[in-house]
C-alpha cells in the first residue's frame, strides 16, 4: 500500500507564495510520476503540474512561469512552489501518484485546501 501525505495548504493574499508537499509512503513500490492536481467549488478536478521518470514536468496553463514542481522523480517529498497566487487558483489540491509494485497503479493524497484572498 502506498500512502501519500500532503502539507503546507492555507489562506494567503493575493501575490503570495505557498509551498506545497507530497510525501509518499509505503514498502516495496516505485515510483513513476507524481503530480499536482486541484479541484476547486462546482469544477472538474484538473492538473496542475506533474513530474515523470527522466525529470519530464508537464503544467496547466494557467500556472507556467509561476508554479514549479521538484524535478527529481525521487525527492520524498516532491513540492509544488507556487508564487504570485491569483484569487482563481483557490481549490483543494491533491498528490497523485503513478506507481509500481503495489497494489493498485495509482494514489491519492486526502487534498489540502489553498485559499488565496483577493
Known amino acids: 500500500q502506498v500512502h501519500l501525505e500532503e502539507s503546507g495548504g492555507g489562506l494567503v493574499q493575493a501575490g503570495g507564495s505557498l509551498t506545497l508537499s507530497c510525501a509518499a509512503s509505503?514498502?516495496?513500490?516505485?515510483?513513476?510520476?507524481m503530480g499536482w492536481y486541484r479541484q476547486a467549488p462546482g469544477k472538474q478536478r484538473e492538473l496542475v503540474a506533474r513530474?515523470?521518470?527522466?525529470?519530464?514536468?508537464e503544467y496547466a496553463d494557467s500556472v507556467k512561469g509561476r508554479f514549479t514542481i521538484s524535478s527529481d522523480i525521487t525527492e520524498n517529498p516532491v513540492t509544488l512552489q507556487m508564487n504570485s497566487l491569483k484569487p482563481e487558483d483557490t481549490a483543494v489540491y491533491f498528490c497523485?501518484?503513478?506507481?509500481?509494485?503495489?497494489?493498485?497503479?495509482?494514489?491519492w493524497g486526502q487534498g489540502t485546501q489553498v485559499t488565496v484572498a483577493s
Open positions: 513530474v515523470s521518470r527522466g525529470a519530464r514536468t
Open positions: 509505503g514498502t516495496g513500490f516505485m515510483i513513476d510520476a
Open positions: 497523485n501518484a503513478n506507481v509500481r509494485y503495489a497494489a493498485f497503479p495509482e494514489y
